[in-house]
Nanobody
């Protein structure tokens, strides 16, 4: 069965960096677009970043542009999110998600466009 396992979350100080990983198994990695979402307490799940199945296109929510970078490692079936210049408002549970079919050719931003989700990893940024 499909498994997406996130790692790399934790606590960082404002201005610091973390790198999240999402290891995939049970699917053909190269056929999927992938994304990262986050959910802070009391708030709705929010799109953060996405990368197309080819890896040639990426998309970001405005609040992380220039600070976060999404990438994919097709050799080891792992999705990454490099987070730099972290801010306290980045505190949330971060989820990776995989999208197939027609959505995979772009950078899907809607949760309904994704087929599989990881279990989430907590990121806490202290001021």
């Amino acid at each position: 069965q499909v498994q997406l396992v996130e790692s790399g979350g934790g606590t960082a100080q404002a201005g610091g960096s973390l790198r999240l990983s999402c290891a995939a198994s049970g699917l053909t990695f190269s056929r999927y677009a992938m994304g990262w979402f986050r959910q802070a307490p009391g708030k709705a799940r929010e799109f953060v970043a996405a990368i197309s199945r080819s890896g040639e296109s990426t998309a970001y929510v405005d609040s992380v542009k220039g600070r976060f970078t999404v990438s994919r490692g097709n050799a080891n079936d792992t999705l990454y999110l490099q987070m730099n210049s972290l801010k306290p408002e980045d505190t949330a549970v971060y989820y990776c998600a995989f999208s197939s079919g027609i959505f995979a050719y772009g950078c899907p931003e809607g949760p309904d466009e994704y087929d599989y989700w990881g279990q989430g990893t907590q990121v806490t940024v202290s001021s």
